[in-house]
């Protein structure tokens, strides 16, 4: 059975970093992009990354570009976001996903509704 399971959240201070893993199995994990969405507290889900297969295009929310890096290992079956100068406002549950369309755009990716797969969550919360 298909299972995605996030690690590595917590409590950071402003400022800080934490990487989130996910792990996967139940699927054949090199034929799926890989993203991350997360939801704030009263808010709806919003994309955070995504990343087509080892080496290739990755995309990223406006929020989170140029400090968060989405990275996976195919051999390990697992999807990483790394999450550095990390803010209040990064305070949420993050989810992974997987979606079996492998020849999208950004547009494509940052849509929920264009995932197969998700996680259950992991709680990050930023605060000093």
């Known amino acids: 059975q298909v299972q995605l399971v996030e690690s590595g959240g917590g409590l950071v201070q402003p400022g800080g970093s934490l990487r989130l893993s996910c792990a996967a199995s139940g699927f054949t994990f090199s034929n799926y992009v890989m993203g991350w969405f997360r939801q704030p507290p009263g808010k709806e889900r919003e994309f955070v990354a995504a990343?087509?297969?080892?080496?290739?295009?990755?995309y990223y929310g406006d929020l989170v570009k140029g400090r968060f890096t989405i990275s996976r290992d195919d051999a390990e079956n697992t999807v990483y976001v790394q999450m550095n100068s990390l803010k209040s406002d990064d305070t949420a549950v993050y989810y992974c996903a997987a979606s079996r369309i492998m020849w999208g755009t950004f547009a494509t990716y940052a849509t929920s509704a264009k995932y197969d797969y998700w996680g259950q969550g992991t709680q990050v919360t930023v605060s000093s």
């Open positions: 990343l087509k297969w080892s080496g290739g295009s990755t």
